[in-house]
């Protein structure tokens, strides 16, 4: 729905003040959208590392699951469960986003090791699957941030430039046509009523000269 205006100079002061406003906006909203996109395509190339990573992983534990499934004298779900985990913080665009500083597992016996030497050699790569999964999941949670913002600076972007602006752009214009016009019509009242006070000293001037004579 186009906005209202007055057709005066007042508006068209405000109206040239606003769009001033808007066109020195845009280009901050523009850098940031920029800025938004390219933190986006990082974030997704990050996002298909990790879950090659992970498939990578998964494709060399057939060999691995046998043994799993033996295991009675070490709970492997403790060992590979994380037993702290550290988050961060960054900004990107104006955009707080969370960061993974550190995983770390509960310490593992050397009896467990010798008890069980397949559980030397699987576990690291277990842990490896759990820490890589933790990293994926805080890596999509920045995109989403990052996606929601974009989708915000977006939008602003697309209202500035297709709606506010054009339609400052067209009130500017309407009111310069309706105060030309305004001045136009009082130019010709002004000769108008020139005309009539000339004729009106002419006549006068005449009715003098008739009575003098």
């Known amino acids: 729905m186009a906005r209202k205006y007055k057709l005066n100079k007042v508006e068209l002061t405000r109206m040239r003040r606003e769009m001033k406003t808007f066109q020195q906006f845009l280009p901050v909203l523009k850098l940031k959208q920029e800025q938004l996109q390219a ?7 990050e996002l298909q590392a990790r879950r090659a990573a992970i498939a990578k992983l998964q494709s060399g534990w057939d060999s691995v699951i046998p043994l799993l499934a033996e295991s009675t ?3 492997v779900a403790r060992l590979t469960r994380a037993e702290n985990l550290r988050l961060g913080s960054k900004t990107v665009a104006g955009v707080t986003v969370p960061t993974l500083v550190s995983v770390s597992f509960p310490s593992v016996a050397v009896s467990v090791f010798g008890t069980q030497a397949w559980l030397s050699r699987a576990l690291p790569k ?23 913002e974009l989708r915000r600076t977006t939008q602003k972007v697309n209202l500035f430039e297709l709606v506010l602006i054009p339609e400052a752009k067209e009130a ?16 010709a009242r002004a000769k108008i009523a020139k005309g009539k006070a000339t004729a009106r000293d002419d006549k006068s001037r005449l009715a003098s000269a008739q009575g003098a004579m």
Request: charged share 30%; glycine share 2%.
């Open 172 to 187: 500017i214009r309407r009111i310069k046509i309706a105060l030309g016009d305004l001045q136009v019509a009082a130019v």
């Open 39 to 45: 933190e986006q395509l990082k974030i997704r190339r």
């Open 126 to 148: 277990l842990r490896q699957f759990v820490r890589l999964h933790t990293e994926l999941q805080v890596i999509e949670k920045q995109f989403d941030l990052v996606d929601q």
């Open 73 to 75: 004298l070490v709970s």
